[in-house]
């Protein structure tokens, strides 16, 4: 089990049916809102729904299209899916953290990875941004092979994410910590800084340009020169999002957005999710225990188990798998 950081443990969000909670341990309001037979039932309202087929390939899915199985083979249109995963495993001693890991991820789908504490669903991040290198598998983006690359080439590649426990720059400004995404796209040369010469200047105002923009979707532009530790936690776990935006991503990969968030906060940021796969038309794969969350946006699920994948498809479908209660009430 992954060692508890304070900010786990200061979390307020009840994580639903916790395998490690006490046995019998009666269930609160919170939990019980959050467990996948509540959720289920949340994903079937008629916004979800018209949600769900709102996107191009959903519509597909919808219509009866033919999953693609082929291992990082493009559809019969040609364009290959924005990520790929075949048979993706690591191992930490005699531990199989993640064991033969699949997953496909059309462009524009808003996909979670569910599971239970230390199943494996952060690793499964750490080995798509190359801070693991798998023992086995493949991973594809956008039908590039990037397994093995470094944590910085499979980010200029265009995979971006963001932190269970959030990782700022604390003591740069708001603006600054955009600004550190930008730099994928927006150069100047070390002698044009030093010497200041107007091409630093043009890149600089444009940095900023769009650094404000970005921070204006999250409404944090009010607070662009506040040093990122004095925003209020809701805040910062936005401004995480805001920075990964700014590496112009392909495919966008958040860990437990929701962990520590009031049901407030919670809901705006769904909202906030919602608005940036629309506005930005992005892939978003997300790691979440806010089962309301997770029914509430996201299209597919695949539920990680012991390192291994219980089962994947439509959420409402997964959320009402007997074997998912099971995995998460630890029957
Ligand atoms: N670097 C590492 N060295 C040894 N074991 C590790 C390492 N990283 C992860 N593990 C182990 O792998 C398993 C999966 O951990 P991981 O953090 O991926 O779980 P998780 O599904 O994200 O859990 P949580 O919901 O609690 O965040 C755990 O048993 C963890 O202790
Ligand atoms: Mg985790």
Redesign the pocket.
Known sequence: ??KKTTMDAARTTVKAGNATAPAGAPQNAAQTARTPQNAARAAQTPQNAAQAARTPQNAGQAAGKPRNTQAAGAESNGSFPTLEVRNLSIS?GG?K?VDGFNVVIEKGQLYGLI?P???????VFNLLTGVYKPDTGTIHLDGKNITGKKTIEINQEGIARTF?NIRLFKDLSVLDNVKVGLHNHHKYSTLEGILRLPSFYKVEKEMNERAMELLSVFDLDKECDYKASNLPYGKQRKLEIARALATDPKLLLLDEPAAGMNPNETSELMETIRFVREKFGMTILLIE?DMKLVAGICEKLTV?NFGQVLTQGDTSEVLNDRRVITAYLGE
Do not use: D, I, R
């Open positions: 089990m992954a930490f531990l953290a599971g504490n230390g199943a494996g669903k952060t690793t269970q225990h990680l």
